[in-house]
């Protein structure tokens, strides 16, 4: 009898009516690909609870096993670059919308999707970080490759009480930016000073429309929310300076002008972490095992099991989670 594992799987039946179960499965029943991997840990992102809910159209694909973010080990392969017994991490690829995802026990994939787990994380540092870390890392790298340091003057982080703004924290810290921390939550901020903010500012300072341009405050970016308060965060930003955009927390939409860009010649930087090539991946990757100490992961991280998935989805799209939640399989 072939060996079952958990998984969580979405299902819609023919009035499009979303359903979500814990099944047993079997490796017989996995999408197509060339390595399978041992799922070991995986995280909870915005986009896995907007599958789980249902609240937006994310998984193209029924019935989907959800999840957009794994670490590992490979059991078999018939890939080339992987061997049973490699440690890999992966992010993205529409796994999890259009391919089978991490909530299950094991994965088949394709092998051009898997980067090589630096020897510096373990599955549990890798998926603290996850694809909220490694966009906030595509997000800094982006700013340096603008040219911008942090002689240049501040960084102001946007949704910075979330996974992608709070990794962004700690890793512009760590370079030696002056940070500043926006957030809906204030409450937090002792936990954000901890990860490296030296400022913290309340969101409903950005989420009115503004004017154009408004008073130069920063020279650099990373909004994980875009709307009203990406428009604002481009308003302040100092002349020459950029920002980078990786996120729709608030919205879809920009209700800015082109003020800033042809009165200051501010930069918007897009950041796509999904089809993001494997150089760029494997280079955020290395950074990221080099920036980020284990003491800040371990603030920023709530450990659950597998059984709690399902509730933390739920909450992470409520908005009720702090930081990072890294899901550990038995």
């Known amino acids: 009898m072939a060996e079952t594992f958990q998984a969580i799987l979405i299902t819609r039946d023919e009035a499009k009516t979303q359903s979500v179960a814990t099944v047993a499965m079997t490796a017989d029943e996995l999408m197509p690909g060339d390595v399978e991997v041992k ?112 002689q240049d003057g501040p960084a102001v982080v946007t949704g910075a009480s979330g996974g992608v703004g709070s990794v962004a924290i700690a890793l512009l810290a760590k370079r030696g930016w002056e940070v500043l921390a926006v957030t809906g939550r204030t409450h937090e901020a002792d936990y954000l000073t901890s990860l490296g903010a030296s400022t913290i500012i309340d969101r409903a300072e950005l989420s009115a429309p503004g004017k154009p341009l408004a008073k130069e405050r920063w020279v650099a970016g990373i909004d994980a929310v875009g709307s009203q308060v990406l428009a604002n965060v481009l308003a302040a930003t100092r002349y020459g300076g950029a920002v980078a955009a990786c996120g729709l927390a608030q919205g879809m939409d920009l209700p800015a002008t082109v003020a800033p860009f042809i009165l200051r010649g501010v930069s918007l930087l897009g950041i796509d972490s999904v089809m993001a090539p494997l150089g760029k991946r494997q280079i955020a990757w290395a950074r990221l095992a080099e920036d980020l100490d284990p003491q800040i992961l371990d603030a920023m991280a709530t450990e659950i099991g597998f059984d709690g998935l399902i509730d933390k989805a739920h909450q992470i799209v409520e908005g009720t989670i702090r930081g990072r939640v890294v899901a550990m399989f038995d």
């Open 39 to 150: 799922v070991e840990a995986t995280t909870v992102n915005y986009k896995d609870g907007l599958a789980i809910t249902g609240k937006s159209p994310v998984v193209r694909r029924w019935p989907m096993i959800p999840g957009v973010d794994l670490a590992g080990t490979v059991l078999r392969s018939d890939n080339p670059r992987w061997h049973p017994g490699d440690r890999v991490v992966l992010n993205g690829w529409g796994v999890g919308e259009a391919h089978y995802g991490a909530y299950a026990g094991q994965a088949r994939l394709k092998g051009e999707w898997l980067v090589p787990l630096p020897e510096r994380l373990s599955a549990r540092d890798a998926m603290v970080i996850g694809t909220a870390g490694y966009t906030a890392m595509l997000s800094v790298l982006a700013i340096e490759a603008a040219g911008l340091s942090p």
